[in-house]
């Protein structure tokens, strides 16, 4: 978009740098020039938190790797001698298992704002997947994390998801041994788990420039869900959204900070302070936090096969999104029914994660099939036809308009 | 440079297909020992070698567990009254159907061999728990009777039966299905 300044270095270094790479123009053109929308709120602010929790999670992963052994014998000591024995070992661990906490807690932000603000919607659709496909492997890598630690949640936490494979008919079986070098989880699993732990934060910085870069091809959505049609409708990046973000990100720092200072325990199971013995199960298997609600869904059906398959599909159908919702407007402001419908399934999702953590017996299970039905339902049913059915306010003008009302 | 749009086929569009045939051979070659390094090296295998158990020590009623192949094996030294019941229910009804003769060997119905993995999801069964004289598993809630078979819960299978032979009336060899009987 045009109508804000380009970058002319003054600097005789990066005039001759910029002449051979223009990195300079780049980040310029990308980071200080690029017109936001002005009405931005601060949902919107939860990119560059997550830019700044990847951030965290590959630095202080890179240092714990530093004192971390993984083999069965030693892994559960080695990360007990990171939290007595190494110089600021328990700050960094528990930076890096708490920020794990944190990027997921910010991820699910920012999903919830994409949805409720139809920010997946026609020119984003690879913007929208590209954020899924992010997910996907920030599960991945946070699962094969928790393992490392190698105590019982960790151990039985890898078999039950191995095992996941297994209902796969023919090829199950000859799957999870392959996953497990093995005829069950042990060394050879604990090995490839650290070297793929330690690779995935990269795959997922790649897929994140990609996601930026498609970001910056389209646009941001905003809270209107309209384009900004003039250069009253942004702002520069620099300073308005760089200092938001820093803003935010700074109250989000003090959460993150409180979990890790005062309450450094609370969202890990203390069963992963015993090592992991492949003799018993825990009396009972809880994941971490962020999967119970893909864990209940996964245990509210009663047989295995449908149970996992509802598992893998209740993510993956994230990426059909696009083409699920048929409306045309994209802010849920003017689609006062989609609002219900969405905060309903926010209340699904927040359910889900709550049975996800309570036994499987009782009145559990059927909250538990209640709710993973509306989880569904609002995708494959709820969706489609709100499109058709669904009277939408009228849309204003511009976003200058709504930000100014009518007058400007 | 120009671009001859032809419906005739020519020898450079052959080279251009066989190359990259050859080209995705190899890829697809290369994969090979990627993938395979993945799967148990020998030294696991050659772990998972048969493994003798002396059955004499077992009490009545009692259930041991022992490993192979890192898989833990329940042997039930099963009463009367356990194999009664396991005999007794009407098999063709449960979630797996197999009656009590095929869960175990011929001769030596008190003793019951099961790898200890609950079916579902791959947990640990506790034993002596549960309502069906067998085993429960804590982590879904599946429970097995006391031949093992599934009964209630998500679990789709009967626990599985190692392969294993009786070399006397008092030891068994697990990992090895004899033809003979014993």
């Known amino acids: 978009m045009s109508g804000h300044a380009t970058y002319q270095p003054t600097n005789r270094a990066m005039q001759w740098l910029e002449k051979r790479l223009p990195i300079g123009g780049l980040v310029y053109s990308s980071f200080v020039a690029y017109p936001t929308p002005r009405n931005l709120n601060y949902w919107w602010t939860f990119g560059g938190i997550l830019s700044f929790m990847l951030g965290v999670q590959i630095v202080t992963g890179i240092v714990l790797a530093m004192h971390y052994t993984p083999h069965v014998d030693y892994a ?166 760089t200092v938001k973000d820093a803003f935010f990100l700074g109250c989000f720092c003090i959460l993150y900070a409180w979990f890790v200072f005062y309450i450094p325990n609370y969202l890990g199971h203390p069963d992963n302070y ?92 059927i909250l538990s099939r209640v709710f993973a039905f509306y989880y569904f339902a609002f995708f494959l049913i709820v969706l489609p036809l709100l499109g058709v059915f669904e009277k939408t306010k009228p849309l204003p003008n511009s976003i200058s308009e709504s930000v100014l009302g009518a007058k400007a | 440079m120009t671009t001859v749009s032809s419906a005739e086929h020519t020898r450079r569009d052959f080279l251009y297909i066989a190359t990259g045939a050859v080209g995705a051979v190899g890829a697809a070659a290369a994969l090979v020992p990627l993938i395979a390094q993945m799967n148990p090296d020998a030294s696991t295998i050659a772990a998972g070698a048969p493994v003798e158990i002396d059955l004499a020590p077992i009490a009545d009623g009692q259930i041991v567990k022992v490993f192979w192949r890192s898989k833990p094996i329940f042997i039930f030294h099963r009463t009367k009254h356990d194999i009664q019941l396991a005999e007794d229910v ?18 030596h119905e008190q003793w019951l061999v099961v790898i200890g993995i609950c079916t579902h999801l791959g947990c640990i069964p506790l034993p002596h728990e549960g309502n069906y004289d067998g085993w429960f598993c804590p982590c879904h809630g599946s429970q097995y009777d006391s031949a093992g078979r599934i009964r209630q819960g998500p679990a789709p299978k009967n626990l599985y039966l190692p392969p294993y032979t009786f070399l006397s009336d008092s030891k068994i060899r697990i990992g090895e299905e004899s033809t003979k009987p014993a």
């Open chain 2, 90 to 107: 009407d098999w063709h009804t449960l979630p797996d159907p197999e009656p009590d003769a095929e869960r175990v060997k011929k001769g």
């Open chain 1, 274 to 365: 015993i090592p992991a013995n492949p003799a018993v199960t825990p009396s009972e298997i809880v994941p971490e936090w962020y999967y119970l609600p893909f864990y209940a869904i996964l245990r509210s059906i009663p047989n295995k096969l449908l149970g996992v398959t509802a598992l893998f599909s209740s993510i993956g159908i994230l990426a059909f999104l696009p083409w699920l919702d048929t409306s045309k407007v994209r802010s849920a402001r003017y689609r006062p029914l989609f609002r219900q419908f969405f905060w309903l399934w926010v209340i699904a999702c927040i359910g889900l994660g709550w049975l996800g953590s309570k036994p499987p017996e009782g009145i559990y299970v």
């Open chain 1, 76 to 241: 559960f000591k080695s990360v007990e001698t990171i939290m007595r024995d190494v110089n600021y070992g328990w700050l960094l661990r528990y930076a890096h298992a708490n920020g794990a906490a944190m990027f997921f807690f910010a991820v699910y932000v920012h999903m919830f704002r994409g949805i409720y603000y139809g920010s997946y919607k026609e020119p984003r659709e690879v913007l929208w997947i590209l954020g899924v496909i992010i997910y996907l492997l920030m599960m991945a890598t946070g699962f094969m994390g928790y393992v490392l630690v190698w105590g019982q949640m960790s151990f039985w936490a890898a078999t039950v998801i191995t095992n996941l494979f297994s209902a796969i008919p023919v090829v199950g079986d000859s799957i999870v041994t392959w996953l497990w070098g093995g005829y069950a989880v042990g060394n050879p699993t604990l090995n490839r788990f650290y070297s793929l732990h330690y690779l995935l934060p990269f795959a997922i910085a790649g897929v994140v420039v990609l996601h930026v870069w498609a970001l910056h091809v389209a646009g941001q959505n905003n809270p209107a869900g309209i384009e900004p049609k003039s250069d009253k409708d942004t702002v520069a990046f620099t300073p308005y959204a």
